[in-house]
């Protein structure tokens, strides 16, 4: 059989391609406890203002400003305290002249009250407490709506629900949380020569390590997959198995078996299942041979079956496609530029993805490749936060040069606080 001549596309062509070809899932609810992760299906509108009363910033006295205006450090000025509020508790009582309230941080203020006094600010008397220094009408008062008035938009439809958007959740109310689903996912490594992770090495054989790694990057997304049975290089049993896997989820992820080669399968599976082949060629590496299809109103994604390759299909393609799916307004991975602090000599014929470790600082990215680098390559993608992007058509990158770095992930060595 000739070999089926493909039509290679850039890679940005290809993600829009995925993103542009999947839509959001249906909107449910989860327990608020349950949502970080989730994306928000709907706006959040504040029902009230934050804060919602005026309240103090500290723990202090509260006093009418005008009182103070006198004091100096040659003059303190004597309140006496009539008083003593804690947060939650209200004063019913008005102040008179030079009179206080003792109060706590993030106590009502009381009527008639327009300025507080830290309580490092004053000394200590019989009846009360005096000060040195003249307050201003609203000095150390959070004022209702400061930050936020009723009505205003607090979260976006479309946003990732990260600890912040918990914490405005929960003050509005929210026990129950508007988010779109999740898509399911169902991952098969296909491959005669692949060993499950306790199975016993043969020659010619190899452990699956792309299984495992792919529900790990499912599991950072908050995405629980579905592992199955490796698959060996069998069309019609793959075939079943890619149906069934169609069938009960929203995207089929499947390693391996998407090249030219005489057991690849899955291209006849994609022609067998009448689905829309997306792409069948990146002008990438690694990875030029990714495919996706869609079948009904579902993403096949065909990764290759080299782990570095695998990998990079997962975050530049099925990335997208999974934040799409779950309504994110975001769906695309950040980019920095950074400083490459080694040579990498090897031309570049198409877009070349290399497994690399950035260090951002408060003043500069620098970035180095991770490890060995080829497309079978698994260590490196270990010791790997990004990965960085050679432009096709380029050559011969030193040391100092300026590289484009898409970030996959981002702790790092260094303590910012330090530097
Ligand atoms: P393929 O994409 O099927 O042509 O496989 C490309 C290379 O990746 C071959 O060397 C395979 O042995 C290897 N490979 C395929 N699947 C996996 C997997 N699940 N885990 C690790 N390596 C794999
Ligand atoms: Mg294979």
Do not use: W
């Not at 695998?310 to 400083?339: D, H, S, W």
């Amino acid at each position: 059989m000739p070999v089926e001549k493909r039509m290679p596309i850039s890679v940005t062509e290809a993600v829009e391609r995925v993103v542009s070809s999947t839509e959001e899932l249906t909107k449910t609810e989860v327990d608020i406890y349950d949502s970080y992760g989730h994306i928000l299906s709907e706006d959040i509108v504040a029902t009230y203002d934050i804060p919602r009363f005026d309240k103090s910033p500290y723990d202090g006295y509260a006093i009418r400003s005008k009182d103070s205006l006198e004091a100096s450090g040659d003059n303190r000025v004597a309140f006496k305290v009539i008083d003593h509020i804690g947060a939650g508790s209200v004063s019913s009582k008005s102040l008179g002249e030079s009179e206080a309230i003792r109060i706590m941080t993030g106590a009502k203020i009381p009527d008639g009250v327009d300025a507080v006094v830290m309580l490092e600010q004053t000394v200590e008397t019989e009846t009360g407490f005096t000060l040195r220094k003249a307050f201003d009408e609203n000095e150390n008062i959070s004022r209702k709506g400061e930050e936020t008035q009723t009505g205003d938009i607090v979260l976006k439809k479309g946003q990732f629900i990260n600890a912040g958007a918990i914490g405005v959740l929960a003050t509005y109310g929210y026990r129950s949380v508007p988010v779109y689903k999740r898509p399911s996912i169902a991952i098969i490594a296909t491959g005669s020569e692949l060993l499950d992770i306790d199975d016993e090495l043969e020659d010619g054989k190899i452990r699956n390590s792309n299984g495992p790694m792919i529900h790990a990057l499912a599991h950072k997304l908050n995405i629980e997959a579905k592992v199955y049975k490796i698959q060996e290089d069998h069309f019609e049993a793959c075939l079943e198995v890619v149906k069934e896997a169609h069938a009960s989820h929203d995207i089929v992820i499947t390693t391996g078996g998407v090249s030219v080669g005489d057991f690849d399968y899955l291209p006849k599976i994609y022609k067998a299942m009448d689905a829309d082949v997306l792409f069948n060629k990146v002008q990438m590496r690694p990875g030029s041979v990714t495919t996706v299809a869609k079948a009904g109103n579902k993403l096949l994604f065909g990764l290759s079956g080299n782990p570095s390759a695998c990998y990079t299909g997962f975050e530049l393609f099925v990335k997208p496609g999974i934040y799409r799916m779950m309504g994110a307004n975001e769906v695309y991975p950040q980019v920095v530029e950074a400083t490459l602090m080694e040579d990498f000599k090897k031309a570049n014929p198409f877009t070349r993805f290399v497994r690399a470790h950035v260090t951002l600082t408060k003043h500069e990215a620098t970035v180095k490749p991770s490890g060995f680098n080829k497309s079978g390559a698994v260590v490196a993608i270990a010791h790997s936060n990004c990965m960085m992007v050679l432009p096709g058509g380029t050559r011969g990158y030193h040391q100092g040069n300026k590289v484009h770095v898409i970030l996959t992930d981002s702790t790092s060595y260094e303590e910012a606080f330090r530097l």
